[in-house]
C-alpha cells in the first residue's frame, strides 16, 4: 500500500500520522565515496533502484564524492545534518581501517549502522611456482621463512586482512605493497611474489587458468564456489576476514527515521530481484541489522588497529 493510501485510512479513522508525512518526504542521499562504475557504486545503485520499486513515492539519488581512499565521502556523511536524508555507503576501508592510518576526521563512532546488505569474500592464494599448495603448506612453510604476500597497497583491507591471518596462525609473512590489485594480481600470476588474498570470481578464473591455487578462504564456512577449499576456522584459526557494502548514517537522527532505514535495507536484501542482481554482480548478499553490522564494523576495527600498530603503521598518513 503507498503512503498516500496509507494517510488517507489512517485519517478516516482519526489516527495522528506524523511519521509517513514526515518521512521521508523528500529524496533520500547516497553519499558513495568512490568513483562512479566500482562495485561500491554499483552496488549502492541497485540498492537506490530497490527503495524506489518497493516504496512508493520515494526517491534515492547516489552521489559520488571520492578521494582520500573512501575517507573524503565517509566524512561528509559524518558531518552531515542528522535527519536521516544524507547516508552513505558503509565501506571496510574508510570506516574501520582509514581511521587508524591518518588522514581521518571521524571515527567509528561518529555513526549509526543502518545495515549490511552485501558482503565481498577474501581467498587466499598461491601464486605461480609457489613453495606450498595447500593451506597446510603455507602454514608450515611460513614457520621457517616468510612467504611474500602481495596486496594492493601498504594499509589497505587486503593488506591488514593477511597481517591479521599471520597474527592469528602465528606465523610471519612479508608484506609486498603494489599500485592496485590489479598490479598484485599481474605479480601473483607471473610469479614473482608467493601469495596474495583475492575475490572467489578471480581466484575462480585464475586457478582453473593455472596460474592461482586457493589455500583457503575468509569465512567461517566453505563456500559454493571453493568446496573443496577450507577456511582457517576449520583449521584451528579463530580468524574471518571479508569487506561489505551497508548503509551508515549521521549519528544522531532520529529514532523512527533510523527504524524505517533500517526495515528498508531488510526489505532489500531480501528482494529476490535484489538478490539476482546483486549475485550476477559477483557480490554475496547478506543481511545484518544495524547492531550486528556495528558490531562487525567494530570487530574490524579493532583488528585493524592491533594490526597496523604491530606494524608501525598507525596514524601513517598524518
Known amino acids: 500500500m503507498s503512503k498516500s493510501k496509507l494517510l488517507a485510512v489512517a485519517l478516516l479513522v482519526g489516527v495522528s500520522t506524523p511519521a509517513l508525512a514526515e518521512f521521508p518526504e523528500r529524496p533520500l542521499q547516497v553519499v558513495v565515496p568512490y568513483s562512479a562504475g566500482g562495485s561500491t557504486d554499483l552496488g549502492m545503485r541497485v540498492v537506490a533502484d530497490t527503495i524506489e520499486r518497493k516504496f512508493d513515492g520515494v526517491r534515492v539519488v547516489v552521489r559520488n564524492q571520492p578521494g582520500g581512499g573512501g575517507g573524503i565521502g565517509t566524512s561528509a556523511v559524518a558531518h552531515a545534518r542528522p535527519d536521516g536524508y544524507t547516508l552513505g555507503a558503509g565501506a571496510q576501508g574508510p570506516i574501520a581501517i582509514l581511521p587508524h592510518v591518518g588522514g581521518a576526521d571521524y571515527t567509528v563512532d561518529d555513526f549509526e549502522f543502518v545495515g549490511l546488505f552485501a558482503r565481498s569474500l577474501q581467498v587466499m592464494v598461491a601464486c605461480k611456482d609457489a613453495p606450498f599448495s595447500d593451506y597446510d603448506g603455507?602454514?608450515?612453510?611460513?614457520?621457517?621463512?616468510?612467504?611474500?604476500?602481495?596486496?594492493?597497497?601498504?594499509?589497505?583491507?587486503?593488506?591488514?586482512?593477511?597481517?591479521?591471518f599471520a597474527k592469528a596462525a602465528g606465523i610471519k609473512i612479508?608484506?609486498?605493497?603494489?599500485?592496485?590489485?590489479?598490479?598484485?594480481?599481474?605479480?601473483?600470476?607471473?610469479?614473482?611474489?608467493?601469495?596474495?588474498?583475492?575475490?572467489?570470481?578471480?581466484?575462480?578464473?585464475?586457478?582453473?587458468?593455472g596460474q592461482m591455487t586457493p589455500l583457503f578462504v575468509m569465512e567461517d564456512e566453505r563456500i559454493d564456489l571453493f568446496p573443496d577449499t577450507p577456511t582457517a576456522v576449520e583449521k584451528g584459526v579463530d580468524f574471518t576476514w571479508s569487506s561489505y557494502k551497508g548503509l551508515i548514517a549521521p549519528k544522531g537522527i532520529p529514532e523512527a527515521d533510523l527504524a524505517w532505514l533500517r526495515d528498508a535495507v531488510k526489505a532489500v536484501a531480501e528482494d529476490p530481484q535484489f538478490i539476482e542482481k546483486m549475485t550476477e554482480m559477483g557480490e554475496f548478499v547478506t543481511y545484518e541489522d544495524g547492531p550486528t553490522f556495528e558490531a562487525r564494523v567494530k570487530k574490524d576495527s579493532k583488528m585493524a588497529e592491533e594490526v597496523l600498530s604491530d606494524l608501525g603503521l598507525l596514524g601513517m598518513n598524518k
Open 138 to 164: 603455507f602454514v608450515e612453510y611460513a614457520k621457517s621463512k616468510m612467504p611474500q604476500v602481495g596486496n594492493s597497497g601498504a594499509g589497505g583491507a587486503n593488506h591488514v586482512s593477511a597481517e591479521a
Open 174 to 209: 612479508t608484506s609486498v605493497p603494489f599500485g592496485g590489485s590489479s598490479e598484485a594480481r599481474t605479480a601473483c600470476i607471473g610469479g614473482h611474489i608467493d601469495a596474495m588474498v583475492a575475490s572467489p570470481a578471480e581466484a575462480k578464473a585464475a586457478s582453473e587458468a
